[in-house]
């Protein structure tokens, strides 16, 4: 199963901004549609933002026009661009993606987490 690596969270102020990064080995992240999802304390996990193969997005109503995802072929890696940061996007925040392996069976992977706080 690939592994997924996620970086970029920490503390910031409303109205600050944060670049998360998912990096994985291989070409998974370039053939495969890459989510972001989030939690926050006491909450179900939610879907953030997706990439396509072919680069279309798709983005939570919370968070259009505010956080832009997009994709490094040459590094492997999705990032999740977040600006104007809110209290209520604080949350761990969870890279994920789902792909068939060699044997064509199906297997979903995340990441373990990157922490995001948003102080008002």
């Known amino acids: 199963q690939v592994q997924l690596v996620e970086s970029g969270g920490g503390l910031v102020q409303a109205g600050g901004s944060l670049r998360l990064s998912c990096a994985a080995s291989g070409r998974i992240l370039s053939f495969n549609p890459v989510d972001w999802h989030r939690q926050a304390p006491g909450q179900q996990r939610e879907f953030v933002a997706r990439i396509n193969p072919d680069g279309s997005t798709d983005y939570t109503d919370a968070v259009k026009g505010r956080f832009t995802i997009s994709r490094d072929n040459t590094k492997r890696t999705v990032h999740l661009q977040m600006d104007s940061l809110k209290p209520e996007d604080t949350a761990v925040y969870y890279c994920?993606?789902?792909?068939?392996?060699?044997?064509?069976?199906?297997?979903?992977?995340w990441g373990q987490g990157t922490q995001v706080a948003v102080s008002s």
């Open positions: 994920f993606v789902e792909y068939r392996d060699s044997t064509f069976r199906r297997v979903s992977s």
